[in-house]
């Protein structure tokens, strides 16, 4: 609360009878001028400068006007005062003077004077100030008479918040045309006789397990749409016995299955191929990894060292005497065994119709230039064209258009976490950099935006040159709007 000059009415009654003066009117209200108004925001702050213009109030000898800036919110009670400015007559500025009553900030100038007040005040920005209003409240006071209050002066009217910008999405064709290569694999555990290479296709479970082979090669070979490009079978042996026969064994062993499985269906030799491991001592390592076998750790680093093969093996039986019969046992067979791989392309398919169907099916045989073919038969504002190319980046994560296609779809329904990670697997292309500063846009980070359209439009991408002229005039509107003009000196 301010402290009044004179505290003693009749000091004051006496002091007007003695200037003459007699009671002072109070003025109209509306003295608040400026020649000059600033009013911005920081990071974190909101900045408010003004130069007042008092030389026109004269209050009288003994009377005030206070001005007091008041930032309102706009939608809330919330409100904050600043310090005051107060132009008194002669009398009250000297009586302020010799009592040091001012707050630290609030000002002070003698009415009539020359003088230029400079406010200068910065103050934390708070949420309710993102839409609020500056006001100059105006109040007359002297000794004798109650504090006037008088109508309050629009300064300015703030508004911080930041209105969406949606720019127009950019979706692209996906190119590829090449053939889809597919591949099918497994593991057959065919067992030879011991120290053998002959194929015996019906001793022991031969039946069950070349069945497995011929079956996975029977489907791809009677899919109309599939073609057997390559047919690979790698043999492995198991660590029992020297390496060197070990390596004959698998050699053997291998080449047999190659032969019986290329005479069953008159195979060329060319789609045939082979390899072999003639101790699989990677599957040992993935079974003692899991398994709670007893001294396990000690046997997995042997299992793991840089040994020779042989030693290994002697090592692990020397050692561990137990646990190695239990391993050859238990484990030594499994890691005989071949695993196969046919390896088969698909057709092209030109019928849009059979496109779809084989979407409905079989999305993974289409070439992603099919998804583009398929989308463009759908409105982009369809359920349908939104899950061609949502199928598309799942077939294929990695491709550039799939990715960006992906991204404005998840723009459209508002999942910019989403967003971000396709459109980090765009690539490079004017529309990825385009794509970029839409979802900058959406994001709120303008600034970041207008850079990577600008980069766009420079490029010749029609859309980038017309959402950036919509962009510079949307960060163009005026956050702060001001109600009072300053005045000419």
Request: charged share 25%.
């Amino acid at each position: 609360m301010r402290v009044n000059i004179l505290k003693n009415s009749i000091v004051c009654a006496v002091m007007l009878m003695m200037t003459g003066i007699g009671t002072v009117s109070a003025h109209t209200g509306k003295l608040f001028k400026v020649s000059k108004i600033n009013i911005s925001r920081g990071e974190k702050q909101l900045l408010i400068h003004f130069d007042v213009d008092a030389h026109h109030i004269k209050p009288g000898i003994d009377r005030e006007v206070v001005f007091t800036p008041v930032i309102r919110a706009i939608g809330s009670a919330d409100s904050l005062e600043l310090p005051t400015i107060t132009v008194a007559g002669r009398n009250s500025y000297y009586a302020h003077l010799r009592n040091k009553d001012l707050m630290p900030g609030e000002k002070l100038v003698r009415a009539g004077s020359d003088e230029r007040v400079e406010f200068r005040e910065v103050v934390r920005f708070q949420q309710w100030m993102q839409r609020c209003r500056v006001v100059m409240r105006e109040e007359t006071q002297t000794c004798c008479d109650p504090i006037e209050q008088q109508d309050n002066t629009p300064v300015a009217e703030l508004n911080f918040i930041i209105d969406p910008f949606y720019p127009e999405f950019r979706y692209v064709n996906i190119v590829g045309d090449s053939l889809v290569v597919m591949s099918a694999e497994g593991r057959a555990f065919v067992t030879f006789v011991v120290d053998r290479t002959e194929l015996k296709p019906n001793y022991m479970n031969n039946p069950k397990e070349i069945g497995k082979i011929i079956a996975s090669i029977d489907k791809v070979k009677n899919d109309p749409d599939a073609t057997i490009t390559s047919v690979s079978i790698k043999g492995f042996a198991s660590p029992e016995g020297t390496y060197k026969h070990n390596i004959e064994l698998a050699m053997g062993r291998t080449a047999t299955l190659k032969e019986y499985v290329r005479k069953h269906y008159d195979f060329d030799s060319s789609i045939m191929h082979t390899d072999f491991e003639p101790e699989d001592w990677q599957g040992l390592i993935e079974w003692l990894d899991t398994c709670r076998l007893e001294h396990r750790d000690e046997i997995l680093a042997i299992a793991r060292s840089n040994m020779d093969p042989d030693a290994k093996d002697l090592s692990i039986k020397r050692t561990y005497p137990e646990e190695y019969a239990h391993i050859l046992k238990t484990v030594y067979p499994w890691l005989r065994h071949s695993d196969y791989k046919i390896t088969y392309s698909i057709r092209t398919f030109a019928d849009i119709e059979e496109l779809k169907r084989v979407f409905r099916t079989t999305p993974e045989r289409l070439r992603p230039v099919d998804f583009s073919r398929i989308a463009a038969t759908y409105s982009p504002d369809s359920p349908e064209y939104e899950a061609t190319y949502m199928k598309a980046v799942e077939i294929y994560p990695y491709n550039n258009e799939a990715n960006l296609n992906a991204a404005n779809i998840m723009m459209k329904r508002n999942n910019l976490v989403e967003a971000a990670r396709y459109v980090s697997r765009s690539g490079d292309s004017t529309e990825a950099i385009y794509t970029r500063g839409v979802l900058a846009a959406r994001n709120g980070d303008f600034e970041r935006a207008q850079m990577y359209m600008t980069t766009a439009a420079e490029q010749g991408l029609d859309v980038a040159i017309s959402q950036l002229e919509l962009l510079k005039k949307h960060r163009a509107r005026p956050t702060v709007k001001y109600l009072i003009q300053p005045t000419e000196k």
